[in-house]
């Protein structure tokens, strides 16, 4: 089975610049994380989709930041404009359900460069 | 709110010898998940604890979760340089969010 498919994996992109990030889950989950991954601040979960429902998204960094998921097999991140504290590797992941003790299955990740 | 402690942040080790990172919660977990990222890779589950004490083995990681349920620890006997990477521990804070240590970054030395 396909895992968590992430695009594009690498993205290097000048300060002001709209940055897309896409990311299919795996066919039958039902819940999508985006999470984003830095040094300083470890993994942090940006926004939780359940049913294609934004849940929660009070992770979200600020207004820059947008997420959508217009159906079960597809979810985007968009930063615009971008700063260069974006800068970043940007995970999607899936589960089954919501319900606890779901493993949460990644993606290979997106590693975000903004000059 | 709810935090989780992951120790230590890095150990290096020689090929051969052992490792351990230890987890803890400010509050009791439900369960406790297990996690490896290798170097420039993904997150990959290993592993959930659900039981008081319960103690898990894969060939040479043992995984074990404390009496009180807040606590949790990752061993590995005779470290290989395929084990390195950074190993995270996360626990649930609701139906759907898990709260992640910082993880533990396993470095076997030359």
């Known amino acids: 089975d396909a895992g968590v498919i992430q695009s594009p994996r690498h993205e290097v992109t000048e300060m002001g610049q709209e940055v897309t990030l896409r990311c299919k889950p795996i066919?039958?989950?039902?819940?999508l994380f985006w999470y984003r991954q830095t040094m300083m601040r470890g993994l942090e979960l940006l926004i939780y989709?359940?049913?294609?429902?934004?849940?929660?998204d009070s992770g979200m960094p600020e207004d820059r930041f947008s997420a959508k998921m217009p159906n079960a097999s597809f979810s985007t991140l968009k930063i615009q404009p971008s700063e260069p504290r974006d800068s970043a590797v940007y995970f999607c992941?899936?589960?089954?359900?919501?319900?606890?003790?779901?493993?949460?299955?990644f993606g290979d990740g997106t590693r975000l460069s903004i000059l | 709110g709810q935090q989780v402690m992951q120790i230590p942040q890095y150990q290096h080790v020689q090929e051969g010898e052992d490792f351990t990172t230890y987890c803890n919660s400010s509050t009791t977990l439900s369960n406790i998940q297990w996690y490896k990222q290798r170097p420039g890779g993904h997150p990959v589950f290993l592993i959930q604890l659900v039981k008081s004490g319960e103690v898990k083995k894969q060939k040479r990681l043992t995984f074990q979760f404390g009496e009180a349920k807040k606590n949790s620890s990752l061993h590995i006997t005779a470290t290989q340089t395929t084990d390195v990477g950074t190993y995270f521990c996360?626990?649930?804070?609701?139906?759907?969010?898990?709260?992640w240590g910082a993880g533990t970054k396993l470095i076997i030395k030359p």
């Open positions: 996360a626990g649930p804070e609701s139906n759907y969010q898990l709260i």
């Open positions: 992941a899936s589960t089954r359900d919501r319900g606890l003790g779901q493993p949460q299955h």
């Open positions: 989709f359940n049913n294609n429902v934004p849940i929660d």
């Open positions: 066919s039958g989950h039902n819940s």
